[in-house]
C-alpha cells in the first residue's frame, strides 16, 4: 500500500490551508475576519454562516474594484492623473446599476485630513 494516504490523519494539503487565512485561501484583498467581527457585533442576526463574511468580502471588493475602474477611466477621458471624489461621483452617477445602488449616498467633498 505505498503511496496511498491512510483515511484517518490529515494531508499536508489540509495543514497547509489551516495555517492560511480565510482571505488568503478566498484570494481576497478585504479581511475576512474583519468583516466577521463587524457582522457579530452588530448584531445582525442570531447565527452567522461560516461563508456569510467569506461572501461579503468578496462583493465589497468587487463592488471596490468597479467603482475604481470607472473612476480611473473618466480621470483619464478628462487628463486627470489622481482619482478625486468628484471623479468618483462621475463614474457612479454615469453607470445605471450603480448610481440605483448607491442612490441614497454622499460621497464627500472634502479629503480626510485636508483643508
Known sequence: MSGQRSRGGSSDHQRRNRTRSRTSRAELTFSVSHL???????HYTQRLSANAPVYLAAIIQYLTATVLELAGNEAQKIGCRRITPELLDMAIHNNALLSGFFENTTISQVAPGRR
Open 36 to 42: 466577521e467581527h463587524l457582522l457579530r457585533d452588530g
